[in-house]
């Protein structure tokens, strides 16, 4: 559940790299409020309202998703844009640069900063503040609030101790006021804080000192992106009074060993305690404490367990406490030899380092008030029915179900639950579900691996069955390739046939068509002849009446002869001669009617002759008329057969062109095969390999189940 944004709201001060984070939940195992962490989501969101930026989360998380935001960029631009800028520097920065601090202070100012302030001078007049306060108010308890994750704290969560608060601003603030009222150079210039913590700039905005807190880390950060040799830099003070032990301030019990210099007494009324996993509960117990008057006076108190030389902004965090301690313990060494000189001692000190403070330190200046946030915590706690069925949905059936592993973060049962009712988490990150789920489930699994395995083993006899189906394919299939190659030979030889028929057929069409005309001239030569024979059988008629008139003739000149035979007879011997002469011509007259005779007689032949062969020649004609049209009919079927020869001979051509297309294929076809038995020999190895993982798992969940 996420707060809705009011006038108590926290500027965020932890950012979240939602790329690197893996929602572990570390972080809320590390978080000393919890609740200020979302962690229902694939990715964890903070809620800035009540998150008391600690940064303990950014110490833990090993992704390094967790990101410090602090005012690095905008201090640059700031730089750039020519403002002008005084630094105040934590005391922290002996620990991150042991013996280069100075050197760290020459690069600042070779950025642009006007002047460097050491803050350990304002925990010097923080001391005199809280004493003030101590001895005119006579306060049953005074909780130091030099660490702002502890003023946020108990801001948000135990309002009830803001009038326990030292009411005196941190050492920041009094260096950032010190400066602003007793250095009028630089009273009108915005303040860069070097800071080792990430809540500070929460404490800035809340009263309005300080403009820019950058931590070291981000420092260094830059340092390195411009490859500066801090070695290299020149050495540097800094521009304030040096502080005397309050340099030990950023160290666990600095406090208390700064305010026994003054009062001893108060150091036997004094607790220290640091540490996340100390200092939260412990100020949960002092309402208590109070009530029952076992309080002490003064609590010095820290989030970081080895204080501010640790604090999530510094360089120190993979650091032995006491190679941290080392650098500040030297630095304070040197203040107070400052101060009390080689001879002299704490008196000498105190009073050399009281009259310093006189200078700088005023009533009222450095007053510090809080607000109650106690708003922003709007979370709401289950009743026990709410719990019951809480716990319920999370799988806790019974009391011992309540393990309070802490795998969730919130280290209880009942926090998880709190959380989870709140919509801060989910049910699922439970372990204890996540089990039982797992439980309820093995069962299922354990039956469904087994099935698998049958599967997985009738699978592998298909696989099998198949392989044998495709070995009697493939000799199926080589038996048609076969078929298909004797049958390409026997297309081909068959198309090269009909070419050469159709080249012979087409060559005969002249002939045919020839032979058509022939045909044609035939029947009509034969109706030439029909005509001739026809006058020739008028003109055989007319010499039979030719014959007849010869005969006529004959018999005339016969009968003439015989007349002039006897008439020569009578004449005598004057007429033997006429007699002869008569004689001859009958003969003549004789043998001319024998001739004419036989003529007629032949002349009757031919002319029967001549009229059988009319009918004959017009059978004939009619026979040629039927032989010239079947001629011409064949002509043309055979013209046609030609072109079907020719349009044989191209389909021929096309089924020898799809054939070699089929042969093509069936070597397709083979590739393919070979390639569908080679990639079902892989199919077969695998599945083998599956189902023998298959029976490992299956053996590995039976014994998981026992």
């Known amino acids: 559940m996420k707060n809705e944004p009011n006038a108590l709201s926290l500027p965020p001060v932890i950012a979240i790299d939602e790329e690197k984070c893996v929602n572990c939940h570390m972080c809320i195992a590390v978080c000393p409020v919890k609740y200020c962490i979302d962690g229902s989501g694939d990715k964890v969101t903070i809620d800035p309202d009540l998150c008391i930026g600690c940064g303990s989360c950014v110490r833990a998380c090993t992704q390094k998703a967790r990101v410090i935001v602090d005012d690095a960029a905008a201090f640059i631009e700031a730089l750039g844009r020519g403002e002008r800028i005084v630094a105040v520097v934590a005391p922290a920065i002996a620990a991150s640069y042991p013996g280069e601090h100075r050197r760290f202070l020459g690069w600042l100012r070779s950025l642009g900063v006007e002047a460097c302030f050491d803050v350990s001078f304002g925990a010097e007049l923080t001391v005199r503040s809280y004493l003030r306060h101590v001895e005119s108010a006579r306060p049953e308890l005074v909780i130091a609030q030099p660490c702002p994750a502890i003023v946020n704290y108990i801001e948000i969560y135990r309002p009830e101790l803001l ?10 603030l009094h260096t950032v006021k010190m400066i602003r009222e007793f250095y009028p ?74 305010v026994e210099r003054d009062r001893p007494d108060l150091r036997a009324a004094a607790r220290k305690i640091e540490g996340p996993e100390l200092v939260y509960p412990y100020l949960d117990t002092l309402p208590e404490a109070l009530e029952k008057g076992v309080n002490p006076l ?36 040197e203040g107070r030899l400052a101060y009390a000189g080689k001879k002299g001692g704490d008196r000498v000190a105190r009073r050399r380092v009281d009259k310093a403070l006189s200078r700088y330190w005023k009533p009222g200046l450095y007053a510090r008030s809080y607000v109650d946030r106690s708003s922003n915590y709007r979370i709401r706690i289950p009743s026990n029915a709410e719990l019951e069925a809480l716990y319920a949905d999370m799988l806790k059936e019974s009391l011992q179900d309540q393990l309070n592993c802490a795998a969730c973060g919130y280290k209880s049962c009942r926090g998880m639950a709190i959380a989870v009712f709140n919509g801060l988490n989910k049910k699922e990150n439970c372990h204890l579900y996540k089990q039982r789920v797992i439980e309820r489930e093995r069962g299922v699994v354990d039956e469904s691996t087994a099935r698998l395995h049958e599967e997985i083993q009738r699978t592998l006899e298909d696989v099998r069955a198949i392989s044998g189906e495709l070995a009697s394919l493939h000799d199926h299939a080589e038996a048609q390739f076969s078929a298909i190659r004797a049958s390409s030979d026997a297309v081909r030889e068959m198309v090269g046939t009909l070419s050469s028929d159709s080249g012979i057929a087409s060559g005969k069409r002249a002939q045919i068509v020839a032979l058509a005309g022939a045909a044609e001239d035939g029947e009509r030569g034969m109706r030439a002849t029909m005509e001739t024979i026809r006058r020739t059988s008028a003109e055989v008629s007319g010499i039979g009446s030719m014959i007849d008139v010869i005969q006529d003739v004959a018999d005339t000149t016969n009968l003439l002869a015989m007349n002039a035979a006897i008439q020569a007879a009578r004449a005598g011997a004057a007429g033997k001669g006429f007699a002869v002469v008569a004689d001859e011509i009958r003969r003549l007259a004789e043998a001319t009617k024998n001739q004419a005779d036989g003529i007629g007689a032949s002349l009757g032949s031919v002319i029967e002759q001549i009229a059988a062969s009319d009918g004959m020649i017009l059978k004939t004609e009619a026979s040629m008329q039927a032989m010239s049209r079947d ?49 079902l020999e892989r199919l077969f190895s695998r599945i083998g390999a599956i189902a023998s993982i298959s029976e490992k798992t299956q053996e590995t969940i039976s014994d998981i189940s026992r």
């Open 163 to 172: 009038g326990r608060l030292a009411p005196a601003d941190s050492p920041m």
């Open 185 to 258: 150079a630089y009273r009108d210039c915005k303040t860069l804080v070097v800071s080792p913590c990430a809540a500070k700039k929460r404490e800035f905005e809340e009263t309005g000192a300080g403009d820019y807190n950058v931590t070291l880390r981000s420092l260094d950060d830059m340092l390195k992106r411009r490859n500066v040799d801090l070695s290299r830099q020149p050495e540097a003070d800094f521009d304030n009074s040096p502080a005397e032990r309050a340099v030990l301030f950023s160290t666990p019990g600095g406090l208390l060993r700064t």
């Open 298 to 333: 003064l609590v010095d108190c820290l989030n970081c367990e080895y204080g501010c030389n640790a604090g999530p902004g510094t360089l120190t965090q993979d650091m032995a406490p006491d190679v941290i301690e080392r650098a500040v313990e030297r630095r304070a060494e």
């Open 631 to 679: 001629v011409g009919v064949m002509a043309e079927e055979m013209s046609g057969l030609i072109d079907s020869f020719s349009g044989l001979s191209s389909g021929g051509a096309t089924v020898m062109a799809g054939i070699d297309d089929l042969k093509t294929a069936t070597g397709e076809v083979r590739s393919i095969y070979a390639n569908i038995s080679s990639e």
